[in-house]
């Protein structure tokens, strides 16, 4: 089982930027395709961002498309979220999410803590 622990949440202005680090221990993070997720006051957790094992494709959901970038370096077992041109909207608690092919595609076996970003307006 690997064990994921997100970092890089703070508070910033409307326009500024965060970059989230999501650091993996326990496991061989090129084994995962990797996820973020975020979930705001009162709302349903939802999808941001995917990258596959190999960083070769990546996926973001519309909202954040030109905005958010996802990489990975797998030799440092480590996947992260770069988010600029930031809006009050994306106020939420940011989660990494590591899916194991083993157990299913898309299944998202492994979650970290999460991490707080919070834009203020």
């Known amino acids: 089982q690997v064990q994921l622990v997100e970092s890089g949440g703070g508070l910033v202005q409307a326009g500024g930027s965060l970059r989230l680090s999501c650091a993996a221990s326990g496991g061989t993070l090129s084994s995962y395709a990797m996820g973020w997720f975020r979930q705001a006051p009162g709302k349903e957790r939802e999808f941001v961002a995917s990258i596959s094992k190999s960083g070769g494709i990546t996926y973001y959901r519309n909202s954040v498309k030109g905005r958010f970038t996802i990489s990975r370096d797998n030799a440092k077992n480590t996947v992260y979220l770069q988010m600029t041109i930031l809006k009050p909207e994306d106020t939420a608690v940011y989660y990494c999410?590591?899916?194991?092919?083993?157990?299913?595609?898309?299944?998202?076996?492994?979650w970290g803590q999460g991490t707080q970003v919070t834009v203020s307006s």
């Open positions: 999410a590591a899916d194991d092919p083993r157990k299913g595609f898309g299944s998202y076996d492994y």
